[in-house]
Structures are given as structure tokens and as C-alpha cells.
């Protein structure tokens, strides 16, 4: 294979892997694992393993899923948080990186900039930017596995506020948070309800003066205990792997119950949960600040350890204000009410903007292929595009186990390919398969309705309808039969052949 420190690809890498976070570590570690004949190298933007968990830095940033379900399954997760800090979760990632033999296969600093397909040659070329420079590299691979997750690393949505360049203090976005902010005895507003925002107000509270939550509309959260002493107790009566498989099992059916509870029954899911609140903030806080006008997973249900943001704000050390937010003043916010809020930092905690294959450029055949227009092909491969895969978790669930699922499919399609002696497979259906429904299902969070335009379809029907059930996708993609009627396989008699497997 292309050796990690040489300049640039001079030979054919059987599987190039986009991405060295949470999806690109773990489909390497499978590959590895399951196709161990197969050159393999991961291309990764930043300077370090880790993603998201590199990227993000500002206060409290944490899972919002449990981690017996966010760790890989092949790698138990053997601490007692459920929800971890992103320091551990970057830490437990890069360690499953080097006992797997992946670090040495990842080429740091570079973009993929853009990704031709050949019929011809069954070729992938990878045009990549070093970053830092105007260098350009290029890559030619048999398969291309995009683990880029699903937003701009560059920046994230920032709407329009009246005024904003009026405010004297400083505005800043999760997404580029300063290395050294103090925020000791200042006055902090953290505008948005999501998940961010929600772990950014109960770990400044500490120090800051005062931190205001401004919500344009409310929420749903469920508090849950930030350890597992269950399984805690069994680590002391049996191994930690079968701890893990015995709390990953049951973790990955409670997560299933809440959302289909949630489905089935909204109007007593939305009753437990608006009656959590209230017992939480026992009379301290307007309830009218925590009972949303949509109903329980239309958007998705945030997680709060030990019910902290509840805590802190029936203390008193912080507060909220739902409200829509006229303009920025030289002093803080100006809401629509007509009341004003003083602040010294404004967070704008208002979302991530959406981005399809990390902003890379697709052509098969010379002609432009844009995600929006396809469907998924069992949520992994992306219809008319060859040899590729694309991991994308749940937006219900714990992220990894879609990650992992996809990954064990990803290995048993290679295999195949190579037993049947295939050299391209791309995902086909009827012109009158697809809907306008995007793979985000049901879910109609700002981030997703703003782009709807770039995300893949959903199917009438079968493989190319995206279940966000685990179930469902064990069945499909770790248990079916790889070849069926979705899928074209060809023999090309001018592939190219690939380097060895170091």
C-alpha cells in the first residue's frame, strides 16, 4: 500500500477511508480485522484522531448517548460514566486507533477536495489539499468510505441578529471556541435550547457571574444518573466484556423503547416527560420555559446527567428566558418582549450546518453526482455511486452502533466482491422508487429542514427505506445476504490492481 509518510499515492490502495473520528477508526478496525489481505489508508483533515471530539472544545462537551452504546463494539468502554467528556471519549478513540494497528495507516492534515470514478479502470482519484499549504495530492483507490459525519467542521449555523456588530462584549460559536476565554465573573447569555447549549450552562455556572439561557422555543429532556453503578457492581462479580455486552444489550433497548414510546404514545411520553421537569425544578421555574409545542422525537430528546441544567437553574445560578430575540444591543439582548438582558459573552449555540461527504465534489464518468438526488441503499451506500460507502449513526440512538453495523457490511460486501471476483458494485433502482423524504426520517430539527436539499432520499420501499432501528439493521446488514436485486455488480477487465496490505 501508499506508505503514510510518502508525499503522495504513487499505487493503487484497495480502501480509502475519509476521516479519522469515531466512524473512520472503527470501519479501519473492522477492515482490519475482517479483509486483512486489503491495503488500506485513512486521510484525516485535522491534526489529531478524534473528529468531533477534537473539534469541539468549549465547556462540559460531553456524549449525549451512553457510552456503553457509543463504544465500539469490539472495544469495551469499561468506565462508569455514561455519559462521558469529549477528553475521554477523544482518549478512548485514539487508544482503540493504536491496539488496532490504524494509527500508522492515517495521513494527517489532508482535505479531500474531490472524488472522480472511472468505469473503466474501477478507479476512485482522490484530489486532496494539504492543509496549510497549496499542495495538492492525489489518491487512487478500488473503494472510498466517507466517514466524515454529516456537518461543516468550518463552521456552524449562525443566524441573523439585528445589531449584532453593536454588542461591545464578545460573540462566539461552540465550533470555534478560544483556546484561553475567561469567563471568571462575567455575565454569559447562551442562545439556543439543543444539546450544546444545555451542556454549556450548567458547566459555566462555576464561574461565571451569571448564565442566561435565551430559547427561541422549548425543548424536552430527560435526566439520567451520570454512572452506571449496575454496572459497576457486575465488573466486580464477572469480566468487563461480558459487562459490556450484557449493559450494551440492555442500554440498546431501552434507548428503542424510549423512541418508539415516543412514537406510539405521544401524548404520555410528553406527559413523563414535562412531569420530570417540573419535579426537577420544584416550582423554582416557569414550566413554560420546558414545554415545547411538538411533540416528544419530532426533534431530538436531549439527555442531561443527573438533571444538572435542572440543578443549576432552580438554584438560581442560572436562568432562561423563550423568547425570540429582537436585536443585539450594546449591552446583551434586546428580546421581543421588550425585556433586555445584559451580557459580556454571547454564545451563539444555534446549531451545526449540514454537509454531505465533507464538502467533497463527486463524478462518476465525468458527470457531477450530488447526494440530495440518490437514495440510500440500506443507509450505507449512496444510489448511482460505485464502490462507495457512507457512514452515517443514528439520530435516535447511540451514533456508533449505525457506525459499526455499517462497517461489518462495508467488510462482508469487500469480501464478496473478491470471492465472486467483482471489481464494481453500485447501488440501482426504479426511476419511481424515491420520495422526498430525506434519511432523516420524521426528524425536523432546524438543521435538517435547512438541508433537506443535501441529504439522500428515503425508498418506497425495502433496503432503500432507512429504518434508524437496530434491529432492523441487524438484520439487513450484518445477517442478510450481501448480493440482491439493489445492488449491480460488474467484472471490469481493465481494473487496476491494488498495493499489499502492510
Known amino acids: 500500500m501508499a506508505d503514510a509518510s510518502s508525499p503522495a499515492a504513487t499505487q493503487t490502495i484497495d480502501i480509502l477511508i475519509i476521516g479519522a473520528g469515531v466512524s473512520g477508526i472503527g470501519m479501519a478496525c473492522h477492515l482490519r480485522k475482517e479483509c486483512p489481505g486489503k491495503s488500506l489508508l485513512v486521510l484525516e483533515r485535522r491534526a489529531a484522531i478524534g473528529g468531533t471530539w ?90 472510498l468510505v466517507g466517514c ?9 449555523f449562525k443566524p441573523h441578529f439585528e445589531g449584532e456588530k453593536s454588542f461591545k462584549g464578545q460573540i462566539i460559536h461552540p465550533q470555534q471556541w478560544p483556546e484561553k476565554l475567561d469567563y471568571t465573573g462575567k455575565k454569559v447569555i447562551v442562545i439556543g435550547s439543543g444539546a450544546t447549549a444545555v451542556t454549556l450552562v450548567p458547566a459555566m455556572v462555576n464561574k461565571a457571574a451569571h448564565v442566561t439561557m435565551v430559547q427561541r422555543s422549548p425543548s424536552y429532556f430527560l435526566p439520567i444518573p451520570s454512572m452506571d453503578r449496575v454496572s459497576q457492581l457486575m465488573q466486580k462479580m464477572m469480566p468487563d466484556k461480558w459487562v459490556y455486552r450484557i449493559t450494551r444489550a440492555r442500554n440498546v433497548a431501552f434507548q428503542q423503547f424510549v423512541y418508539q414510546a415516543a ?6 411520553m410528553k406527559r413523563f416527560l414535562l412531569s420530570t421537569a417540573k419535579k426537577q425544578l420544584q416550582g423554582k421555574v416557569d414550566m413554560r420555559h420546558f414545554t415545547p409545542n411538538y411533540e416528544p422525537w419530532d426533534q431530538r430528546l436531549c439527555v442531561i446527567p443527573d438533571g444538572d441544567l435542572f440543578r443549576v437553574l432552580r438554584e438560581g445560578k442560572a436562568s432562561v428566558a423563550t423568547d425570540r430575540i429582537e436585536r443585539f444591543t450594546p449591552q446583551g439582548l434586546k428580546l421581543a418582549s421588550g425585556e433586555e438582558i445584559e451580557a459580556d459573552i454571547i454564545i451563539t449555540a444555534t446549531g451545526l450546518d449540514l454537509q454531505m461527504f465533507g464538502g467533497m465534489t463527486l463524478t462518476v464518468d465525468s458527470k457531477p453526482v450530488k447526494p440530495g438526488d440518490g437514495m440510500m441503499y440500506k443507509a450505507v451506500m449512496l444510489q448511482g455511486l460505485p464502490n462507495t460507502a457512507m457512514v452515517f449513526g443514528y439520530i435516535n440512538a447511540s451514533w456508533t452502533l449505525k457506525a459499526d453495523l455499517s462497517a461489518e457490511f462495508v467488510c462482508r460486501l469487500v469480501n464478496h ?12 433502482a426504479e426511476a419511481d422508487e424515491i420520495t422526498e423524504h430525506t434519511m432523516m426520517g420524521s426528524l425536523a430539527s432546524g438543521y435538517v429542514k435547512r438541508a433537506a436539499h443535501l441529504l439522500p432520499r428515503q425508498g418506497k420501499s425495502g433496503h432503500w427505506q432507512v429504518a434508524h432501528n437496530y434491529k432492523t439493521d441487524t438484520a439487513l446488514l450484518r445477517d442478510a445476504p450481501v448480493a440482491d436485486e439493489g445492488l449491480e455488480f460488474r467484472r471490469v477487465a481493465k481494473a487496476a490492481s491494488a498495493g499489499k496490505a502492510r
Request: charged letters at 25%; glycine letters at 10%; hydrophobic letters at 35%.
Open 148 to 156: 466524515t459525519g454529516y456537518y461543516n467542521y468550518d463552521e456552524g
Open 417 to 428: 466482491m473478491d470471492a465472486e471476483n467483482y471489481q464494481q458494485v453500485t447501488p440501482v
Open 263 to 268: 412514537k406510539r404514545r405521544p401524548k404520555a
Open 54 to 143: 477534537d473539534l469541539f472544545r468549549y465547556p462540559g462537551i460531553r456524549s449525549d448517548s451512553d457510552m456503553m452504546t457509543f463504544g465500539y463494539r469490539f472495544a469495551p468502554w469499561i468506565k462508569p460514566q455514561i455519559l462521558a467528556d469529549g477528553g475521554s471519549i477523544k482518549g478512548y478513540v485514539t487508544k482503540t486507533a493504536a491496539a488496532n494497528g490504524i494509527t500508522e495507516r492515517i495521513r494527517f492534515g489532508r482535505k479531500a477536495i474531490s472524488a472522480s470514478w472511472s468505469s473503466e479502470t474501477a478507479l476512485w482519484t482522490v484530489e486532496v489539499g494539504v492543509e496549510g499549504s497549496s499542495e495538492k495530492e492525489v489518491y487512487q483507490a478500488r473503494f
